[in-house]
């Protein structure tokens, strides 16, 4: 059994920094099938929808709610 070794450290009431060994992530990744084909095609097509513009920001998860109805 290994350790993951995540350093978490507050900067302010809304931001951390996280800190990871890359190669213990690497790990982490692949189990949690981030290398996987699909994961991959999807992340391919989430960067042509922001090069066409297919975005819209939302400020919460109100907005998330509201965009949906």
């Avoid at 507050?10 to 982490?28: C, G, Q």
């Avoid at 692949?30 to 290398?35: H, P, Q, S, T, Y």
């Amino acid at each position: 059994m290994s350790t993951l070794a995540i350093k978490i450290q507050p900067k302010t009431a809304r931001r951390m920094l996280v800190e990871i060994d890359a190669d213990k992530f690497e790990r982490l990744a692949a189990g949690l099938g981030l290398f996987r084909e699909e994961f991959l095609e999807s992340l391919n097509r989430a960067e042509k929808e922001v090069a066409q513009g297919k975005l819209k920001r939302l400020k919460d998860l109100q907005d998330l709610r509201n965009s949906k109805a």
